[in-house]
């Protein structure tokens, strides 16, 4: 039985190819149970975030078994992307890396892990996985929490919400009276709507499907909840809007923003969209008075102080290849040694 992991990530593919490939959760059961019916895969495990798409599997043949995975996923997407094909020790350790946030966009976030974790979750959930997924997939979780009790990895790390906050601050000046919109309330949304708030922010509206969340984000923020069915009405009075619903379609068009940029009377408008698949036109960014960025914006601003944590990089990445050899060392047999 052979491990391996098929994927593509902001390393390979920039965010407009990634939300074609993407896939949300509710969904991942089934998109699980075609890729194993079609490619054979013993085990798998999906995981989709909005910087990576990413199959891990067990198969008797795992190049045989990614062939077909890869051209499941491009026919179910419609599209071409440059997908990377990583075997046993490589796959083992390109995993340990992404749970231990030495692949993130961000170098040393710890979102990353959750996600690692939601997604194994529901694969187990599912019946997906088994003996050799299930060991991998623990023994990732340990290998992340030695990465960030071991070293100082995460010391000074710049958040994506701090970067998002940095970037409006860059276009609007002081925030202190800026209204800002947050589209989804999850993980992603309530970091940049606290790192916004730090900065003075006047007034934070939250809209979110589930109301109950978006009033339970605004109460610990001091912020006010909107229906999602009205949030448009706020779009004139607005000075930032960041969304991270992930909808299945497009939230806003250029179209049905242009009459509101006529009542705003030249007041600049801040646009950031970190949903993956995108929730806004991406051709909103060519109206005159508007600033769109996606979560791959954010890339520049989030590598600051990297070269601070240079000996922590090295210390970690230390830690992983010990760790995978020692994953290698208890699965002998199962695969070849590396080279």
């Keep these: 039985m052979?491990?391996?992991?098929?994927?593509?990530?902001?390393?390979?593919?920039?965010?407009?190819?990634?939300?074609?490939?993407?896939v949300p959760e509710p969904e991942t059961p089934a998109v699980l149970s075609a890729l194993r019916e079609s490619a054979g895969l013993r085990e798998a495990v999906l995981l989709s975030t909005c910087n990576r798409v990413e199959i891990y599997g067990a198969a008797a043949d795992a190049g045989a078994a990614m062939a077909v995975a890869e051209d499941?996923?491009?026919?179910?997407?419609?599209?071409?992307?440059?997908?990377?094909?990583?075997?046993?020790d490589a796959a083992v350790r390109h995993l340990f890396r992404v749970a231990a946030g030495l692949d993130s966009m961000v170098l040393g976030e710890t979102e990353i892990l959750g996600q690692v974790k939601d997604a194994y979750a529901v694969a187990f959930g599912a019946g997906h996985t088994a003996g050799r997924l299930n060991h991998l997939?623990?023994?990732?979780?340990?290998v992340a929490k030695i990465v960030r009790t071991g070293t100082a990895l995460g010391r000074g790390v710049v958040s994506v919400g701090s970067a998002a906050a940095r970037l409006a601050s860059s276009v609007l000046g002081d925030l202190s009276s800026c209204r800002a919109l947050l589209l989804g309330a999850g993980e992603a949304?309530?970091?940049?709507?606290?790192?916004?708030?730090?900065?003075?922010?006047?007034?934070?509206?939250?809209?979110?499907?589930t109301a109950s969340r978006a009033e339970a984000l605004a109460g610990a923020l001091g912020g006010?909840?909107?229906?999602?069915?009205?949030?448009?009405?706020?779009?004139?009075?607005?000075?930032?809007?960041?969304?991270s619903a992930a909808a299945s379609e497009r939230l806003l068009s250029a179209g049905e923003l242009a009459p509101v940029l006529a009542v705003r009377e030249g007041r600049p408008l801040f646009l950031l969209d970190l949903a993956v698949p995108r929730d806004f036109d991406p051709g909103i960014r060519h109206l005159p008075g508007v600033v769109l960025h996606d979560v791959d914006a954010l890339e520049a601003i989030a590598r600051e102080g990297e070269s601070l944590r240079a000996a922590e990089v090295e210390r970690a990445e230390a830690l992983v290849a010990a760790q995978a050899d020692e994953f290698r060392?208890?699965?002998?047999?199962?695969?070849?040694?590396?080279a």
């Design 2 to 22: 052979q491990l391996f992991c098929l994927g593509l990530s902001h390393h390979t593919a920039a965010v407009s190819l990634r939300e074609l490939f993407a």
């Design 72 to 88: 499941f996923l491009r026919r179910r997407s419609a599209q071409e992307a440059p997908f990377y094909r990583l075997e046993d």
């Design 137 to 142: 997939f623990q023994q990732t979780f340990r």
């Design 189 to 209: 949304g309530e970091g940049v709507a606290r790192s916004l708030c730090t900065r003075g922010l006047k007034e934070l509206l939250i809209s979110n499907r």
């Design 224 to 243: 006010h909840p909107v229906e999602f069915a009205h949030w448009r009405d706020h779009l004139a009075t607005a000075d930032i809007v960041i969304a």
């Design 329 to 338: 060392a208890g699965s002998a047999g199962v695969w070849p040694a590396a």
